[in-house]
């Protein structure tokens, strides 16, 4: 069944993202001991890959519209989309988002946290703190009788109000048996927007936000989504279901470290 073109997932589906979302999460829980000063992201590319493919899943981003690696490995500036190279090293205070996408099953799990290499300073942590809290806040608003753009609207507000700005050229997206499905789920916007959040809907939310002005740029990989100012950039993301009583995050941590971040 669709609203709006909206796949409304059945009830025995939960379970099968629940399973996707867990190893995407489980992914990103093993990165927590992993990610230090001296890494590459290719290296933390390939321990992704291994784990995935031993837990009999498959990297979705590997070969999708000819994305070369299994991660996405987005490191300061950059914002989004970023490609594992041998070539970038973290160095001690570098923030880095990685995002998971594993299919179990035939079902996509969907998931991205942010890391830092070493020790990380408050103006960037203040940052991380804020676009996580920004992921909460819009999962709150994802419940039946809310509309869709009640999110953006969350988010965008918090954002803000920390005098962030809130990027408009990516979105979260419905997801399931497909990686990329309607909605787009942008993480601005007014509120009473967009169709109403009915159960059984599933997608993600996750807000990219910059410490300096929203403007992107892709560089000439036709990947690797960068500030125009240079400024810094977090991203989290998570995949949800929408429930009759609110909804279900099925890429949760198995450990707690959905905020990977030592308090400073
Ligand atoms: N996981 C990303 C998302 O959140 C998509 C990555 S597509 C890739 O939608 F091709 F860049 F890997
Ligand atoms: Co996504
Ligand atoms: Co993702």
């Not at 590997?62 to 970023?82: A, D, E, I, Q, R």
Request: aromatic share 10%.
């Amino acid at each position: 069944m669709k609203s709006n073109n909206i796949p409304i997932n059945k009830k025995e589906d939960f379970f099968k993202m629940r399973n996707a979302g867990h190893l995407a999460a489980k992914i990103l829980d093993n990165l927590f001991d992993l990610i230090e000063p001296g890494i590459s992201t290719l290296e933390i590319n390939d321990y992704c890959h291994s784990l995935i493919i031993k837990n009999k899943a498959i990297p979705a981003p590997l070969n999708y519209k000819g994305f070369p690696k299994s991660v996405c490995t987005s490191v300061n500036h950059v914002v989004c989309h970023g490609i594992p190279s041998e070539n970038k090293i973290l160095n001690n205070g570098d923030i880095i988002n990685v995002d998971v996408t594993v299919i179990l099953d035939g079902w996509y799990g969907d998931s991205s946290r942010m890391y830092v290499a070493g020790k990380v300073n408050k103006k960037n942590y203040d940052l991380l703190k804020t676009t996580y809290e920004c992921l909460l806040i819009g999962i709150e608003e994802a419940k039946p009788g809310k509309h869709l753009s009640d999110i953006g609207f969350k988010i965008q507000e918090h954002a803000e109000s920390k005098n962030y700005s809130v990027v408009r050229d990516f979105c979260g997206h419905g997801i399931g048996k497909e990686f990329h499905t309607p909605p787009s789920v942008l993480h601005y916007g007014n509120v009473g927007d967009g169709p109403e959040l009915l159960p059984g809907m599933f997608f993600t939310i996750e807000p990219m936000i910059n410490l300096g002005d929203w403007k992107v740029k892709i560089l000439k990989d036709g990947w690797t989504a960068v500030t125009k100012d240079k400024s810094y950039s977090a991203q989290f993301e998570h995949t949800i279901g929408i429930t009759e009583s609110g909804n279900e995050i099925f890429t949760l941590s198995q450990n707690n470290t959905d905020f990977p971040i030592k308090e400073i």
